[in-house]
């Protein structure tokens, strides 16, 4: 499984953006799919999950502010998003898609390249 993000950039502070992530290779395979971000001199944090069913799972952090959603049309189902919202410099980071999955009898975690998001004045 590949994962390319887009939509990341500079915003000001109440701001708001929405991440993108395509999945393409082995689909079927993925069992859920979020977003983790990484800010500067920090540890990557979990931000968000999506589940197939469409089950979703939110970092208190962000909860009430961050929404994940999927695409349902058929041509870009393997597709996620994260409508960030009233961003706060502390947002800031690098914001990786990742999916999760089961394929030939090994589990996995694949990850995209990561996308910026400064939130500044």
């Known amino acids: 499984v590949q994962l390319a993000e887009s939509g990341g950039g500079l915003v000001q502070p109440g701001g708001s953006l929405r991440l993108s992530c395509a999945a393409s290779?082995?689909?079927?395979?993925?069992?859920?799919m979020g977003w983790y971000r990484q800010g500067p001199g920090k540890q990557r944090e979990w931000v968000a999950t999506?589940?197939?069913?469409?089950?979703?799972?939110?970092?208190n952090s962000v909860k009430g502010r961050f929404t994940i959603s999927r695409d349902n049309t058929q041509n870009t189902k393997n597709t996620i998003y994260l409508q960030i919202s009233s961003l706060k410099p502390e947002d800031t980071a690098v914001y990786y898609c990742?999916?999760?999955?089961?394929?030939?009898?090994?589990?996995?975690?694949?990850w995209g390249q990561g996308t910026q998001v400064t939130v500044s004045s």
């Open positions: 990742y999916a999760d999955g089961y394929i030939s009898g090994s589990s996995y975690k694949t």
């Open positions: 999506i589940t197939p069913g469409g089950n979703t799972n939110y970092a």
């Open positions: 290779g082995s689909t079927f395979s993925i069992n859920a």
